[in-house]
């Protein structure tokens, strides 16, 4: 029989074993909700990123139904070729206005949009100056662009400007941050980052995938939030999160936008959105502007909530966001953490090394605008019983 030419797999699988890093899916058979059943288990939902729980919202629903009526399932080719429907620009459309940008260009997925654009729009020739904890589809972008990547330590503006002094004045660079870090909820420091990209001459590039929907006027991002429009070249913003539904988007210049539709990668050489997808966004950005009470719960939620694991004595980090990580330290300890919590009816995953730096393993919890007050007791009642259990508070 031929050796098995992949058994190096199973060998490393089994190293993550031994070293207590293998996790199994968790499993829904519920819809995307606040209180939903995970393997088998009734739980209040702290993992998702439906933060206005769009994902289950009626208009949604019938907007993306009408579509599979007028259109079919699937949008059947590549946008340049023929995959690139009316609905397709009519959301491009929506959300140029949203966004009060030239442009707007939809792709997959959030990742394929940071990645898509980075690389098309970089060569061997330019620099790039990013946050270490730029999103991984960032440092995926900026490594097939094959630009040269410095990295400046987590929102240290004068690093960054060092890097900066240090490079001719003639060098194309790009300075990239995350609008909302996704494993910490804080903020980047967008005001300084603008005044150095111009200082610098550099294009600004903002990840806004955790602060579409989340920050800003109606959820514009948190461009809108720090009043630094018109300081910002690339806006990058993703539909699957507070949107409800699937993709990612960039807002910019027209130029950017013609650019991107004849180089950026996953635009030219992956399928497009099915009608439903593109049809339940749009739906979304009508949510966003004419039903301001799911931002403001978010919030509201988010409050009671910090303020409740706090008071327990936990360690909440330095979110500005929905995002409320508890720190524990180690990694053993945060999954422990996690499965002692779902047990007793909490979903919050576990996160360690590499994910976040080694000593800083955590639970990640994020409230939606549907969490009610119970939902968010009860979870508060079950941290405490289990923080206190494992010796954490
Ligand atoms: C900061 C950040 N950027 C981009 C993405 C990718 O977005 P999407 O899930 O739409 O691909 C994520 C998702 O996890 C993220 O947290």
């Known amino acids: 029989m031929r050796p098995d030419p992949l058994s190096f797999l199973t060998t490393e699988l089994e190293a993550l074993n031994a070293q207590g890093l293998y996790r199994h899916l968790r499993v829904l058979s519920d819809a995307q909700k606040a209180r939903t ?28 139904l009408d579509a599979i009526t007028r259109y079919g399932v699937g949008s059947g080719s590549v946008r340049p070729i023929a995959g690139t429907l009316e609905i397709h620009l009519e959301l491009e459309r929506r959300l ?21 654009t980075v690389s098309a729009i970089l060569t061997s020739d330019d620099v790039v100056i990013s946050d270490e904890l730029n999103h991984a589809s960032i440092i995926d972008g900026c490594r097939l662009s094959r630009a040269s990547i410095k990295v400046f330590p987590h929102k240290d503006v004068s690093a960054a400007r060092k890097i900066l002094t240090q490079l001719p004045a003639s060098q194309r660079t790009i300075l990239i941050t995350d609008g909302v870090f996704s494993m910490d909820g804080d903020l980047g420091p967008l ?42 070249d690339i ?6 999160k507070a949107f409800g539904a699937l993709g990612g988007y960039v807002a910019g210049s027209r130029a950017l936008i013609e650019f991107l539709y004849h180089r950026a990668r996953p635009f030219l050489f992956s399928t497009s959105h099915p009608p439903a997808v593109a049809a339940a966004c749009i739906a979304a950005i009508d949510v966003l502007l004419e039903e301001p009470q799911h931002m403001e ?9 910090r303020a409740g694991l706090q008071s327990l004595g936990f360690n909440t980090g330095i979110s500005d966001s929905p995002i409320t990580p508890v720190i524990v330290g180690d990694g053993a300890l945060a999954m422990k953490l996690s499965d002692r919590l ?3 009816g909490v979903f919050a995953q576990g996160i360690g090394f590499p994910t976040v730096a080694r000593g800083r393993a955590r639970v990640r919890t ?3 605008a549907t969490h009610t007050r119970p939902d968010l007791q009860f979870a508060l009642d079950v941290f405490g019983a289990v923080g206190r259990e494992l010796g954490i508070v």
Request: charged share 25%; net charge negative.
């Open 37 to 64: 059943t995970v393997d088998d288990r009734e739980v209040v939902n702290l993992s998702s990123n439906n933060y206005l729980g769009l994902t289950t919202h009626p208009r949604l629903r019938e907007r993306a």
């Open 96 to 116: 140029a206005d949203f966004k009060e940008t030239e442009a707007v260009v939809v792709f997959q997925s959030g990742f394929t949009a940071n990645a898509g």
């Open 191 to 232: 005001p300084d980052l603008c005044a150095l990209a111009e200082e610098f001459g550099c294009i600004m590039m903002v990840d806004d995938a955790h602060a579409s929907g989340v920050f800003g006027k109606n959820g514009r991002g948190t461009i809108d939030h720090f009043g630094v429009r018109g300081r910002v």
């Open 235 to 240: 806006q990058v913003g993703t539909l699957s």
């Open 297 to 305: 719960r978010l919030w509201d939620n988010t409050r009671f909530f």
């Open 342 to 344: 779902f047990a007793k």
């Open 366 to 368: 994020i409230v939606t």
